[in-house]
């Protein structure tokens, strides 16, 4: 929406302001700046889930939520469940809510949910007790087989796809009697859409993505920087 382009804006703008000309020599600062310009591009990544998670005094809706809930709501009406995932935890709170308000049945998985519990929901919902199952990424990357779901909701996008890929799998999983739908929801025009072009352009990074490391730590400090600028 129009308010939460001028919110991102914002964020991005003083991003670039604060690190304009600020590149040192010394690898003790070179370091610290790489992690103030990864801190500020978290930031924006966060503003485009759900404006709240950066500005929540000024209540701004968001759009993402609302595509969720388009999608959640079609879904549900012609008999599908859903994986969702997010990488940040207090997203899927905002989601958890937002199923709370709506009454609507789901399971959920983070990476403080104890082994116990984290059973009794994969179960649970392997035997229909729920439509939506919230799980963060990192924590429903491997280990879990849900072909109870035959779609698949990416709220972000991921540093690395293969971790992606990875969560996806979940419903792809040995069993699975149907085929498997998968969203991936990007605002357009900012930094989502600039990660989702750099899988296409780094594959030569494709050895250490499958060996899981954080495709963000083979990016230049400058390269960084250079997404959150126009």
Known sequence: SDEEITIYEALRREAVEKHRGSKNKSAKKSGQRH?????????????????????PDL?????????????????????HKALVFSQFVDHLKILRDY???????????????PAK?????????????????????????????????DYVIHMDPWWNPAV???????????????????????????????????????RDLADSLLAGADMSIKVSTDELLALIQQ
């Open 117 to 149: 519990k984290r059973k009794q929901s994969i179960d649970a919902f392997q035997n229909g007790e729920g439509d939506v199952f919230l799980i963060s990424l990192k924590a429903g990357g491997s280990g879990l087989n849900l072909t109870a779901a």
């Open 99 to 113: 199923l709370d308000e709506q009454q609507i049945v789901y399971q959920y998985l983070d990476g403080s949910t």
């Open 35 to 55: 992690l103030q310009v990864l801190a500020e591009i978290m930031k924006l990544r966060r503003a485009c889930c759900n404006p709240n998670l950066v500005r």
């Open 59 to 79: 209540a701004v809706p968001s759009t993402k939520l609302e595509r969720f809930s388009a999608i959640v709501s079609e879904l549900l009406d012609n008999g």
């Open 164 to 202: 992606e890929d990875q969560a996806s799998d979940r419903a792809h999983r040995i069993g699975q009697q149907r085929p498997v739908t998968i969203y991936r929801l990007v605002a357009k025009g900012t930094i989502e859409e600039k990660i989702v072009g750099l899988h296409k352009v780094k």
